[in-house]
């Protein structure tokens, strides 16, 4: 038997697929051949690389590149181009113009060509299983190119897996699309290769945990219609276990995965034990639907009883050779800087306290798993060595903060000469983001969101308005670039607060701006789609754009749908009052890079700092003594009483009285060098490395 996986557009053509590139692996393992198809290159040379980037990056939230293939698969099933142009992208994005309709209709006449050479250009006969890997903008060109292959190879199995098939929406997949034999419906490192060992077998009696499948579909159905607990017991003889396997059987002592049924705390913590106790252990996926969710959808959480891998060193290597040769042999390759993708963790060990408001990641998939600093070291020589890339992204939802300590070092010293990007959270102490710049980090995406530390309360984020504009401040500082979104609309914020947000925003022009600036949205699996009511949302519905994709009823849309539209319950307008802060964030924006605020010493002791914003009320600023010592040592927010404590541990000739201090912090302030904010002083002028005082930090 023979494996083909699938990546279809409009997935990134700068990496393989981790997915993919780690399922390979594991079917090499278990002696299966398995090939890599990077069918997204094929749309890209077509098109060329600037219009697939266009669809790509601008149009994921409004699935543009979903509706593209829509066409083909549904023609007029689906509303008219013009209705989609006015009623989705025209509303989501009012600069878009004629030019821009002309290329996306340029794009959409491509696609049948470029399905058709799909089609054409594999001998699909020659594998026995093809599995699409769907992220966002990959399940219709995954379901186009499915059903061309099931009508010239019937007897092929055909598998659907990633992010868009999590819980209902994979199971509301299958249902809907009979091209389609099985789905994962969480992750899928054990269950695909136990699947495709099934098939190979010729024998699929008892699906692996997390597959949708024809046989259990009825059964996943009907637990969602009877009130929604779905449960599972081991080979003891539940009939429950005639449709999904266990833990017990999923493992199967060629690799001994540290497993666990996904859906609660407990039976993530019974994967510490052994698989036979595991296996006697009653397992639950609690499901939930919101009060919103309209009769006949099914549950929003989990009918997810997946297979999370809790020991992720258990992993295998992930094989990107498919990808690197395809590389190789496209004429786009010389546009195309490619990159290593890695993960040294799963889930969120934030979220897994206290899951941000908004973050769509579901509860088994928060559940936080990271490799040891050993093994992710080795992963990245391994790849480094195979592929001769030394720029690197990581998939992880958010850095293990351990590693601060461990596997940062580490990369520092290993010679390896990696350059990588990572997701973090912005509680982050200068010392720290400077190791992980000396480590390698040279790109983060960073979790501000806002600078209202009341709103970031609200949504349970975890960090400070002034602790997002210090770690702007110093990744800028230090040359790493900086991606972060700014959000308005959380329900139930203080709507006076952004006069106030709207004024703080000129004086951060000479920090990174932000990539985007939109209302807050409810996505599935988050706390606002769970509990809506609690946030005082309501009215959610599925996003609009998803009726230009499906034509299907009200009832389905919700179960595919991963964005939501919504309304307040208080029926507040938050462009009302966001208005101010939008354009000063559009501002912001358009000066990105060209002013500063910025300080170096001169040979002489004296802190220089340089201000050419907008908002500058002198261009220099020559601080001297006690006046440099307090501005270094304000890089990091400090309270007034520090501050005051600080001033006393100077040389005496340096000490400032009370008087004398807010006087000068008063200064800075009203020069606008300075900002007030959470009862702490922060200095905003970006220093020259090595410059900030990091005695106390
Ligand atoms: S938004 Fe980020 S920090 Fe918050 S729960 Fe989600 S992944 Fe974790």
């Known amino acids: 038997m023979r494996v083909m996986l699938v990546s279809m557009p409009f997935a990134n053509l700068r990496w393989g697929s981790l997915a993919l590139g780690l399922l390979k692996s594991a079917l090499q393992e278990r002696g299966i051949g398995c090939d890599v198809a990077y069918l997204n290159f094929d749309l890209a040379e077509r098109i060329g690389l600037e219009l697939y980037h266009w669809i790509a990056d601008s149009f994921a939230f409004v699935l543009g590149g979903e509706r593209l293939f829509a066409r083909e698969l549904f023609g007029p099933q689906l509303p008219d181009d013009d209705r989609y142009w006015q009623e989705v992208l025209a509303v989501a994005d009012p600069r878009l113009g004629h030019q821009e309709r002309e290329d996306y209709l340029r794009v959409a006449g491509e696609v049948r060509p470029f399905l058709d050479d799909c089609a054409r250009a594999i001998d699909w006969s020659h594998y026995a299983v093809v599995g699409f890997t769907a992220s966002f903008q990959q399940t219709l060109a995954s379901l186009c190119l499915a059903d061309r292959i099931k009508r010239v190879c019937p007897a092929t199995k055909v598998l659907l897996g990633g992010a868009a098939c999590q819980g209902p929406m994979g199971v509301a997949l299958l249902r809907q699309f009979p091209q389609l034999d099985y789905v994962f419906l969480g ?58 396997g266990s833990v017990a059987t999923a493992t199967d002592g060629r690799r001994c995965f540290d497993a666990a049924i996904s859906g609660s705390e407990a039976s993530a913590a019974s994967a510490q034990s052994t698989p036979s106790a595991a296996g006697r252990k009653q397992e639950t996926a609690q499901i939930q639907q919101p009060e919103a969710a309209p009769e006949g959808s099914l549950p929003a959480g989990a009918i997810d009883n997946s297979v999370l891998v809790t020991d992720l060193d258990a992993l295998p290597y992930p094989n990107f ?57 080795a992963e990245l020589e391994h790849l480094v060595r195979r592929y001769g890339v030394r720029k690197a992204n990581s998939a992880d939802n958010v850095l293990d903060i351990r590693y601060l ?98 004024r703080l925003l000129p004086l951060l022009y000479h920090l990174a701006p932000p990539v985007a600036v939109g209302r807050v949205r409810v996505d599935r699996f988050s706390p606002y789609f769970r509990d809506p009511l609690r946030f005082g949302i309501t009215n959610v519905r599925p996003h609009r754009a998803f ?136 200095s905003l002028a970006t220093l020259a490395p090595g410059l900030q005082d990091d005695r106390r930090t």
Not at 194 to 223: H, K, S, T
Not at 337 to 347: D, H, K, N, V
């Open 405 to 502: 300590d461990t596997l940062m070092p580490r990369l520092a010293d290993s010679g390896l000469a990696l350059e990588f990007v990572y997701e973090l959270k912005t509680n982050l102490s200068r010392r720290q983001v400077e190791q992980l710049v000396r480590a390698g980090l040279r790109a983060a995406q960073l979790g501000v969101e806002t600078f209202s530390t009341s709103i970031l309360r609200q949504i349970g984020k975890g960090a400070t308005a002034a602790q997002n504009i210090q770690a702007l401040k110093w990744f800028t500082a230090l040359g790493v670039e900086v991606k972060w979104n700014l959000l308005y609309g959380f329900p139930g914020e203080d709507p006076h607060q952004y006069a106030d947000l709207a």
């Open 321 to 377: 050779d498919d990808y690197f040769a395809r590389l190789q042999r496209s004429p786009l390759r010389g546009q195309i800087e490619p990159m290593l993708f890695f993960e040294t963790s799963r889930g969120c060990w934030w979220g897994q306290k206290h899951q941000c408001a908004f973050c769509g990641l579901n509860g088994p998939q928060l559940h936080f798993r990271s490799k040891s600093p050993g093994r992710a070291l």
């Open 547 to 682: 009726g230009f994709v499906y034509p299907f009823a009200e009832s389905v849309l919700w179960d595919l749908a991963y964005y939501f539209e919504y309304d307040y319950h208080d029926r507040r307008d938050p462009l009302r009052y966001a208005g101010p802060l939008i354009a000063a964030a559009e501002t912001w924006q358009q000066l990105a890079g060209t002013v500063a605020l910025h300080g170096f010493d001169r040979p002489d002791g004296v802190l220089l700092v340089t201000d050419t914003r907008p908002v500058a009320q002198q261009f220099q600023w020559r601080l001297a003594g006690a006046e440099r010592a307090v501005y270094l040592f304000c890089d990091t927010a400090r309270s007034w009483q520090s501050i005051c404590r600080f001033v006393t541990e100077l040389p005496p000739s340096d000490r400032l009285g009370q008087q004398q201090l807010e006087q000068l912090l008063d200064r800075w302030i009203a020069g606008g060098i300075m900002l007030h904010i959470d009862d702490r002083y922060l």
């Open 187 to 244: 992750e899928a490192d054990v269950a695909m290769p136990m699947l495709v060992a099934q098939l190979a077998q010729g024998r699929v009696g008892r699906l692996p945990p997390g597959v949708a499948g024809r046989e259990n579909i009825a059964f996943l159905e009907n637990a969602a219609s009877s009130g929604g607990t779905i449960i599972k017991q081991d080979s003891t003889g539940r009939e429950d276990t005639a449709i999904f």
